[in-house]
């Protein structure tokens, strides 16, 4: 069983919305930093959004601030990504990750946890 598994992906023209989910199982939820990242085909995989386990610090790349928020239901086991005015560069496969040192990272690797993703496609 995959611990982290994300839905909500889906096909939106640009300007539209999305909201991803990722829920967690078997895990200390409210312990865990939770991270998006997102790869596009032919591009390298970047760092979205992430938020650290004491959910008062968020973190964005450049590209989506004021754009896409994040946030986390602990009670629920979930983290949320709201992606608003989306572009047609935000098309890619988003990933939900989870690190248990609680602490966000740009770095892939420091996720032990990594979901199998859900598309965002967004059309001009």
């Known amino acids: 069983q995959v611990p982290v598994v994300e839905s909500g992906g889906g096909l939106v023209q640009a300007g539209g919305s999305l909201r991803l989910s990722c829920t967690a199982s078997?895990?200390?939820?409210?312990?865990?930093?939770m991270g998006w990242f997102r790869q596009a085909p032919g591009k390298e995989r970047e760092a979205v959004s992430c938020?650290?386990?004491?959910?008062?610090?968020?973190s964005f790349m450049d590209s989506v601030k004021g754009r896409f928020t994040i946030s986390r239901d602990n009670d629920k086991n979930t983290v949320y990504l709201q992606m608003n005015s989306l572009k047609p560069e935000d098309t890619a496969m988003y990933y939900c990750?989870?690190?248990?040192?609680?602490?966000?990272?740009?770095?892939?690797?420091?996720?032990?946890?990594r979901g199998q993703g859900t598309q965002v496609t967004v059309s001009s």
């Open positions: 990750t989870a690190a248990s040192s609680g602490d966000c990272s740009i770095s892939w690797s420091r996720y032990e946890y």
């Open positions: 078997g895990l200390t939820f409210d312990t865990y930093a």
């Open positions: 938020i650290w386990s004491n959910f008062d610090r968020t």
